[in-house]
């Protein structure tokens, strides 16, 4: 789909002006691949009124090189725009190569780009943590390559960038960088490249041109179809049937409970490992209905999402209501963390739960070389949702998904259509013995203080 064309604010005059690539068949003529003419303003609303004026103007002037062969001398289309308000002029077409780039470095260019980035309406823990996100690729440049200055870097810097990330490593390990992890490293680089072309610093993006992305290949292998990265049905009823799984639901320190709690929620939600260890007290929320479910959002400084369709609210499965998941939340303070003992470190939240986790996998004997022992949950829920016959809008809904589809970004995903789909997953609670026997529940209603569980959560918690 074709951009529409719009005016182009100088980075340091803020003057706008009119920027259009010259057509290939008359470049021989005109002897530039750019044009360029100011529209003497600043102001946004002006230069739109401008813009249109010059752009026809523009237009006409390629018409007559077409029809002359030549350069037409001392035409109006060469008059200055009258623009009272501001002193700076340029009435003439300028190109990109009629004057000399400024020579500043890839360091420089990416604190103007962190300044621009500053405009977007976007929470400021947002940006400050995209800010660090790109700012570590292009360091991994700068260091790898070399502080050019930003004009002169081109495709063949960006090739020696991807040969050097091929043999870095991962962070205290001997494990090699994924070709996922570098294609995202040149993605983010990328970004920085664009505006820079976008604010006249360079004239093309040296990682488009280097079709770097081609060469690198593919971020993931090949998928066989024996290659199952969720958990069998046999499988989860061996784990949570654990004696040594049931007795963490009350364990202490670090992970504590956050060891019983994150496999069951991811079983029943597919969630991903840390958008469960960041939630706060306050997502898990009750709506109009009594429906009660998770909300996944970044919303706080240490709360991050994988990718804008993963913000989004799950309904809780009964499962976990009747398991006790309420208990968490129940007299805290709704700004406090579900799971406080849980302290993020570079492999976020949840990097202690899976370290404590593996081993017991081990133990119990379900790992399996290639599946995460944490992630598998969210395989298995994509799976037992086909299975159980959960429309594959509504799972990509629930785990967070994007299709793709732009009528997705239209209106809401219903709450109360998510909870009856979800109800359709089996019971593995019940499969594993978690749940109370009819005695323990005929006992729990006996008891005033479980009885009232669910009044004594906060009533902040219900929107």
């Known amino acids: 789909m074709a951009l529409i064309a719009q005016p182009f604010r100088h980075p340091d005059s803020g003057i706008y002006y009119l920027r259009r690539r010259v057509p290939d068949d008359i470049r021989p003529v005109i002897g530039r691949t750019e044009i360029r003419r100011s529209l003497n303003t600043r102001n946004h609303h002006e230069a739109k009124a401008a813009f249109a004026l010059a752009y026809a103007e523009s237009e006409r002037f390629f018409h007559q090189v077409r029809n002359d062969n030549s350069v037409p001398v001392g035409t109006p289309l060469f008059n200055a725009f009258s623009m009272t ?62 502080d050019h200055n930003i004009a002169e870097i081109g495709p063949k810097h960006i090739q020696d960038f991807a040969e050097k990330l091929t043999k870095s490593f991962v962070k205290h390990s001997n494990t090699p960088l994924a070709t996922s992890s570098i294609r995202l490293i040149i993605a983010r680089l990328s970004s920085v490249f664009s505006y820079a072309v976008d604010t006249g610093l360079m004239a093309h993006n040296p990682v488009s041109t280097s079709r770097i992305n081609k060469r690198l290949g ?28 049931k007795a963490l639901r009350h364990t202490t320190g670090r992970p504590g409970n956050a060891l019983f709690w994150l496999p069951i929620i991811a079983a029943y939600t597919g969630a991903r490992r840390e958008e469960i260890s960041q939630l706060y007290v306050c997502d898990l929320r009750q709506d109009t209905k009594g429906q009660w479910f998770m909300r996944i959002d970044d919303d706080k400084p240490d709360k991050s999402v994988k990718t804008e369709g993963s913000r989004r609210d799950i309904p809780l499965h009964d499962d976990l209501l009747t398991l006790g998941i ?43 070389k290639g599946r995460h022992p944490l992630h598998g949950f969210r395989h298995t829920f994509k799976t037992l949702a086909r299975e159980y016959g959960i429309a594959k809008e509504l ?46 529940i005929t006992s729990e209603k006996g008891n005033s203080d479980q009885f009232r569980l669910t009044k004594d959560v906060p009533t902040n918690h219900i929107e």
């Not at 290659?227 to 654990?242: R, V």
């Not at 805290?332 to 017991?360: C, H, N, T, Y």
């Not at 809904?397 to 732009?406: E, K, L, M, P, Q």
């Open 395 to 440: 799972s990509d809904w629930i785990t967070g998904h994007a299709s793709g589809h732009i009528g997705d970004s239209y209106g809401i995903n219903p709450l109360s259509r998510m909870s009856e789909e979800i109800r359709k997953l089996p019971s593995i609670a019940k499969a594993a013995g978690l749940l109370p026997t009819a005695e323990e």
């Open 326 to 368: 309420l208990e968490l939340v129940a007299g805290k303070d709704r700004e406090s963390r579900l799971f406080p003992q849980l302290v993020k470190v570079s492999d976020g939240f949840a990097g202690i739960v899976s370290k404590a986790w593996r081993p017991m996998v081990i133990r119990w004997g379900v790992y399996r």
């Open 218 to 245: 593919s971020s993931k292998p090949k998928r066989m179809l024996d290659d199952d990265k969720g958990y069998e049905w046999n499988e989860l009823i061996k784990i949570f049937s654990q004696p040594e799984f």
């Open 85 to 146: 308000n501001c002193a700076h002029t340029k009435p003439e077409y300028e190109t990109a190569s009629s004057t000399k780039p400024n020579a500043i470095r890839l360091s420089e260019t990416f604190l103007r780009y962190t300044e621009s980035i500053g405009l977007a309406s976007k929470p400021a823990h947002v940006i400050r943590r995209h800010t660090v996100d790109y700012k570590r690729a292009v360091d991994r440049f700068i260091a790898l390559v070399a």
